[in-house]
């Protein structure tokens, strides 16, 4: 068991004291800088659990375990938000007419989890399986805080001996319809995705591998990915990640 208290202090860069009518790459909206901002603190408070137990079954080896619960609460939290009584500098008729600010949160916080079980069998398989999740709350807006990943489940099956090595990862992500409407944010949908790796160990210090990512080709996009919009006529939409990709590699340790 583990329990943790941290306390962290952020004084607001360049870009969130200065920055004077400029996108800073992260969307197309302009973004003006506030030089009176306070120094964003951060309170979080932690408590852990982990460990492993022996099985005695047939066919099975041991149960392993773990997690961790956080609670973190905000002073001064740094956030840039969409102002309407402020208007783009540069092509001014260009969507998004109006731009975002810096400013202090006064009331604003962050909790979840992360847990994992899983075992081991049959001498050279374990299966494991995690999940983990963040709420945050702006109270100060009544609304989430921006850029908050969603519910994650993962799903991990594998296999490995002395000279072979293989592994499956099955992941599902939730909807993310937990937003910051001041910030731009729209619903991100859910989507789930499979991973497979294999490698062999031909010789002392020598692996070769193979990989499929996103086995089944899906059109996703991650909450954490900006919408960008940087041209006329072509609304703002998600980036989305990778698709099916194949890939291989020679490892040598030395």
């Known amino acids: 068991m583990e329990v943790a208290y941290g306390r962290g202090v952020r004084s607001a860069n360049m870009v969130e004291r200065f920055i004077n009518h400029f996108s800073v790459?992260?969307?197309s909206y302009e973004y003006i800088g506030n030089p009176n901002l306070d120094a964003e603190v951060n309170n979080q408070f932690e408590v852990g659990f982990k460990g492993k137990i022996p099985l005695e079954a047939q066919g099975l080896d041991q149960f392993n375990y773990g997690?961790?619960?956080y609670y973190s609460f905000y002073e001064n939290y740094?956030?840039?938000?969409?102002d309407p009584t402020q208007t783009r500098k540069f092509m001014?008729?260009?969507?998004p007419t109006s731009v975002k600010v810096f400013r202090n949160l006064d009331d604003a916080y962050k909790t979840g989890f992360e847990v994992n079980a899983g075992v081991d069998f049959l001498n050279n398989f374990n299966f494991t399986t995690e999940l983990s999740y963040v709420y945050a709350k702006n109270k100060d807006l009544n609304e989430s805080l921006?850029?908050?990943p969603p519910l994650v489940t993962r799903f991990k099956l594998g296999f490995e001996k002395e000279k072979f090595w293989a592994n499956a990862n099955y992941t599902l992500t939730s909807k993310q319809d937990n937003i910051a409407v001041s910030f731009g944010e729209t619903v991100t949908d859910g989507y789930?995705?499979?991973d497979v790796r294999l490698g062999v160990i031909p010789f002392k210090n020598v692996t070769i591998g193979v990989a499929a990512l996103n086995v089944f080709d899906k059109t996703y996009n991650n909450h954490l990915n900006f919408s960008y919009n940087n041209q006329a006529d072509f609304d703002s939409v998600p980036i989305n990640d990778p698709g099916r990709n194949l890939s291989a590699f020679v490892q040598y340790k030395f």
Do not use: M, R
Not at 78 to 82: E, L
Not at 92 to 95: D, I, K
């Open 78 to 82: 740094i956030v840039a938000v969409i």
């Open 92 to 95: 001014p008729t260009q969507e």
């Open 146 to 148: 921006p850029l908050v």
């Open 25 to 27: 790459g992260q969307d």
């Open 67 to 69: 997690s961790s619960f």
């Open 192 to 194: 789930d995705i499979l």
